[in-house]
């Protein structure tokens, strides 16, 4: 479309809570690069810069591959030297301490390519999977990714092995998208053939009626998974601020409109709000991490703002995908 699409979309209060200080890189500049592999490892490390452990556990414990000892661990793999020099117990971590399987789902139909700010939502996407694939495989995670449109795209299997991070962040890369978004699709595609519980995270503007996909997210989540939407939107689909009459043009049907903002921004604005809500109630009643954000936003807020989330829940004992021997969990 020319200024925006014609689906309603839900309006929200900003997600950003506190974050790591002096970590950021310019997210518009970051998005410049044409190297994905260069801008998540940008991100991910500046992101890094500004933490120095994980709060919780079941997530990959340590930004390092240590975890501090506790009673009951194996004294064969503590690092003596460590504890000459600091006088702290730590464990060696190990490949098989692996305790998560995560699943990147990243929409790139044709509404993921508007912009009115120069970042497309489908590259700020894109950025954010690249660096929360990055994250999870410094931690040591099995990671896949499925890109979709109306069709699924690529398809990687959640793996952790040297070359695999390179291979998703290429194919990644190489998907360009188009066509309408068919939700549903790449969320049958997990539930058909991912058999260990994980992690789920779906990456998308959610420019579908809602009831197209609650069935599955619903299932997802009764089979043990982990479910997160990470919900990316350009700020002038929450704000409505397009201020003259103009032609607005579907990007994924091609339908154009003529309208006067003046003439129906309270009445998009509701339309909006109803959207959120009723996606957000949702995902309360069903135990799925609901998160939105905007192209403007520096990529490393959402990325903290997802893995605060992910220790809050820990802390809680909520986490099942990570930890399925929890009490309370989907056994």
């Not at 990959?60 to 000459?84: I, N």
């Not at 058909?192 to 009626?209: E, H, W």
């Not at 339908?255 to 995902?283: M, W």
């Not at 905007?294 to 220790?311: C, M």
């Amino acid at each position: 479309m020319s200024n925006s699409t014609t689906n309603p979309k839900p309006n929200s209060e900003s997600s950003i809570t506190s974050s790591p200080r002096n970590s950021y890189v310019d997210t518009e500049a970051i998005l410049k690069l044409k190297d994905l592999e260069l801008r998540a490892k940008l991100i991910v490390e500046g992101f890094m810069s500004g933490l120095h452990r994980s709060p919780y556990h079941g997530f990959s414990v340590e930004f390092t591959d240590y975890r501090e000892y506790t009673p009951g661990d194996d004294l064969r793999h503590l690092d003596w030297k460590l504890l000459a020099r600091r006088d702290r117990k730590y464990i060696k971590r190990f490949e098989d301490e692996t305790n998560l399987r995560c699943h990147l789902l990243v929409d790139l139909s044709r509404s993921m390519s508007f912009t009115s700010t120069g970042i497309e939502k489908s590259e700020y996407a894109k950025t954010i999977a690249a660096s929360l694939a990055w994250f999870l495989f410094r931690q040591r995670d099995a990671v896949g990714l499925i890109t979709f449109d109306e069709f699924i795209d690529e398809v990687l299997p959640a793996r952790f092995r040297p070359g695999h991070l390179r291979r998703l962040l290429g194919a990644l890369e190489r998907s360009t998208g188009g066509s309408e978004s068919n939700i549903s699709k790449p969320l049958e595609q997990v539930a058909a053939t991912v058999q260990k519980r994980g992690l789920i995270v779906l990456i998308s503007d959610l420019l579908v009626p809602i009831d197209s996909i609650t069935k599955q997210l619903g299932y997802l989540r009764a089979i043990g998974h982990d479910v997160v939407l990470l919900r990316v939107l350009d700020p002038n689909e929450v704000d409505f601020s397009f201020d003259k009459a103009s032609i607005f043009v579907d990007l994924e049907t091609g339908r154009e409109l003529y309208v006067d903002p003046g003439s129906i921004a309270k009445e998009y604005q509701t339309k909006f709000n109803e959207h959120r809500e009723e996606l957000k109630t949702f995902c309360d009643e069903n135990g799925i991490n609901f998160f939105e954000a905007l192209t403007s936003d520096p990529v490393q807020t959402s990325l903290f703002n997802f893995l605060q989330a992910r220790a809050h829940q820990a802390q809680r004992g909520q986490l099942t995908a990570a930890n399925p021997n929890r009490r309370g969990g989907p056994q």
